[in-house]
Each structure stands twice: as structure tokens, then as C-alpha cells.
């Protein structure tokens, strides 16, 4: 028989570094799961991405057990690697951090596909081109 899950989360945690402390401890305290072991498994699943930002989605079941399922890294986290920026603009559109071709953005959309909401390459790249304007990147 298949296990019962009780929620799903989504968590933007360090690669190879989550800890107990917030928001893994409390978003994972309230279900009843054992938050030391979480952590070990998400750090050693994600050991080799060290510096990024590495999303989980974690299924938590009726019996307190869990799985999860590691993701890429945000679409702004990409466009900052791409273009080695340290944060995105304070004040976008008025404060440009950088500039971002076409084919860089076709590069991130083809990366991002699966987690994404679309299967269509065009709509995946305009929705990279949006984040990148937010950030306070030029598009070219």
C-alpha cells in the first residue's frame, strides 16, 4: 500500500550546506520529521553544487518519513552565475548590473525546460528574459 502524503514543500536552500536552523527547522519541525536526517541527505545529494542555491521539494508522508527531489537553481541564479554577478540591481530597470545575449538566455531556458511550466522553448526563454529585466540585466 502507498505511503499517505501529508504536504508537499518547496524549499531555496545552500548546496551542500542546509542546516536546522530556519527555514529548514521550523518548516520541517511542525510535520514531525526528523530534521538532522533531512539535512544530511540534502547536503550530501548536493555536495558537488557548493555555492548555489540547489531548490528541494519534499514530500512528507503520514508516518513523519520524506522524500525530496533536488531542482536547478533559480533562473536568477543562473543569469548571476552566467554573468558572474554578485546580486541583481537595487533599482532595475533605472540601474543596469549587466548585459545578457539571446544566446545566453536560449542556454539557461534549455537548462530550466523541466522545471519550468512550459515545454515551449520561445515561452521558457521570454520567461528568463523577464527575470533578467527584473534583476536589472540588459537584454541583447
Do not use: W
Not at 533605472?94 to 512550459?118: P, W
Request: aromatic share 4%.
Amino acid at each position: 500500500m502507498a505511503k499517505k502524503i501529508k504536504i508537499v514543500l518547496k524549499l531555496n536552500l545552500p548546496a551542500g550546506a542546509a542546516n536546522p536552523a530556519p527555514p529548514v527547522g521550523p518548516a520541517l519541525g511542525q510535520h514531525g520529521v526528523n530534521i538532522m536526517e533531512f539535512c544530511n541527505a540534502y547536503n550530501e545529494a548536493t555536495k558537488d553544487k557548493r555555492g548555489q542555491v540547489i531548490p528541494a521539494e519534499i514530500t512528507i508522508y503520514e508516518d513523519r518519513t520524506f522524500t525530496f527531489v533536488t531542482k536547478l537553481p533559480p533562473v536568477s541564479e543562473l543569469i548571476k552565475q552566467t554573468l558572474k554577478l554578485k546580486k541583481g540591481s537595487g533599482k532595475p530597470p533605472a540601474e543596469i548590473v549587466g548585459t545578457i545575449t539571446k544566446e545566453q538566455i536560449k542556454t539557461i531556458a534549455a537548462q530550466k525546460l523541466n522545471d519550468l511550466n512550459t515545454t515551449n522553448l520561445e515561452s521558457a526563454m521570454r520567461t528568463v528574459a523577464g527575470t533578467a529585466k527584473s534583476m536589472g540585466v540588459k537584454v541583447i
